[in-house]
């Protein structure tokens, strides 16, 4: 039987600068953002999703946008209390970016009729995941695999590790939230070769994860920090440290931490630009040269222009 729901919450769908977020338009932005535990409906339309509480249980939430740019949250199961609401309201906070402050993005775009369609629909926040460690980990999965490899690790780990809610089905990810750097450090070597067939990747997902679980690293610290307190270079030089992370999934995660200063250059992007530029092949230096006039947004405009004709197209977004 499927669970009661109840709308408890609702969350403005509006930045820190006070600009407009499109719903569909996060939920497009990328395609990790598509994976276990996030099931996105049609048309990018609503999110629903399983998040792990600081209690240790998880809930089921499902998201879809209400009149007047409101963001409403449905909580699958019985009424959460005060604190749960609280937790929950940042977790999706944080999922949506809703404490950053694109107004200047939008500004340095406004006389860009390329990037027109950014400004108008609310377009640019990546959508993240609750924890900064997720992020790393989703990231590291992609790298150097088909797409159908990262479906089936993430898969997996939701699957096998994650927190279970009190209605999740015995089998499947459906009701399971992504799991915790303990309960990834926990688990054997034997499950990454042969359930999640994470190849080499293995090990250095093991490896994370006993560093943050034992403290030697802090990556939430590291997502929280302003730019003052540790400069882009600085974290893409821990990112790089990390096992399992090199230049582009040290990018890549640097945007999901809202630090939109390096471009995503990889096997898809490269030749995906040259594509729309006219040309077989364009130079890393040119493309970097291309978007620097974008200052700290520069690789966020580059995946802009990539992505605004992928997935979801401007109609879709703005009608």
């Not at 609503?46 to 209690?55: E, I, K, P, Y």
């Not at 040290?250 to 250059?265: D, K, P, Q, V, W």
């Not at 970097?288 to 990539?306: D, M, N, P, S, T």
Request: proline share 5%; aromatic share 8%.
């Amino acid at each position: 039987m499927k669970p009661a729901a109840s709308t408890v919450l609702s969350v403005p769908l509006a930045g820190a600068g006070g600009e407009p977020v499109s719903l569909p338009g996060t939920l497009g932005s990328h395609g990790l953002a598509s994976l276990p535990p996030n099931e996105i409906g049609p048309r990018a339309r609503s999110l629903r999703t399983t998040l792990r509480l600081a209690d240790g249980t998880a809930r089921t939430v499902e998201l879809f946008e209400e009149p007047l740019r409101t963001l409403a949250i449905r909580v699958e199961g019985r009424a959460p209390g005060a604190r749960t609401r609280a937790e929950i309201v940042a977790a999706i906070r944080t999922m949506f970016a809703l404490d950053d402050n694109l107004a200047p993005l939008y500004l340095a775009l406004a006389h860009d009729a390329e990037f027109a369609f950014v400004a108008e629909g609310g377009i640019g926040r990546m959508l993240r995941s609750v924890t900064a460690f997720e992020d790393v980990v989703r990231t590291i999965c992609t790298t150097n695999c088909s797409w159908s490899g990262t479906e089936r690790m993430i898969g997996a780990l939701v699957e096998h590790l994650g927190t279970r809610t009190a209605s999740a089905p015995a089998s499947g990810w459906q009701g399971r939230s992504f799991p915790s750097a303990i309960a990834m450090a926990e688990a054997p070597e034997s499950f990454y070769r042969d359930v999640a067939r994470a190849g080499y990747r293995g090990a250095y997902l093991r490896s994370l994860a006993r560093m943050v679980a034992g403290g030697e690293i802090d990556l939430e610290a590291w997502r929280a920090a302003s730019r003052a307190e540790l400069p882009d270079a600085e974290l893409e030089q821990l990112l790089l440290a990390l096992p399992g992370v090199g230049p582009y999934a040290a990018a890549h995660t640097m945007i999901l931490f809202g630090r939109n200063s390096r471009l995503i250059l990889d096997s898809w992007t490269r030749p995906r630009y040259a594509e729309l530029k006219g040309k077989k092949k364009i130079a890393d230096r040119t493309i970097q040269r291309h978007f620097k006039r974008y200052g700290e947004h520069a690789g966020l405009a580059f995946w802009l222009y990539l992505w605004k004709t992928r997935h979801l197209g401007r109609e879709a977004l703005l009608d």
